[in-house]
């Protein structure tokens, strides 16, 4: 599995970012997907996850500002982020919720200043 996380930036609180992650060698064409992000010291946190039914999991800070998405025909899987706050500053990756797959990627910085 190799996973591909992009679109981080520097923004202003308030503004937005939208996450891509280019997949390939997923075990299942809807293997449900999601996106952690991890600040320095910390563990990484999962704050949206998509099902493979569709179903849909945020993380209580991001709910109403995040939305995540997939388009299957191109192997991406997207996060919206909207009404960045400063606190969601961190690197961003997306892997499988709950079950990770070894590979991270490198992840994509995001920093929101206040």
């Known amino acids: 599995v190799q996973l591909q996380a992009s679109g981080g930036g520097l923004v202003q609180a308030g503004g937005s970012l939208r996450l891509s992650c280019a997949h390939s060698?997923?075990?299942?064409?809807?293997?449900?997907m999601g996106w952690y992000r991890r600040t320095p010291g910390q563990e990484r946190e999962l704050v949206a996850a998509?099902?493979?039914?569709?179903?849909?999991k945020y993380e209580d800070s991001v709910k109403g500002r995040f939305t995540i998405s997939r388009d299957n025909t191109k192997n991406m899987v997207y996060l919206q982020m909207n009404n960045l706050k400063p606190e969601d500053t961190a690197v961003y990756y997306c892997?499988?919720?709950?079950?990770?797959?070894?590979?991270w990627g490198q992840g994509t910085q995001v920093t929101v200043s206040s």
């Open positions: 998509l099902g493979s039914t569709g179903n849909i």
């Open positions: 060698g997923l075990p299942f064409t809807n293997e449900a």
């Open positions: 892997n499988r919720p709950y079950i990770p797959f070894k590979s």
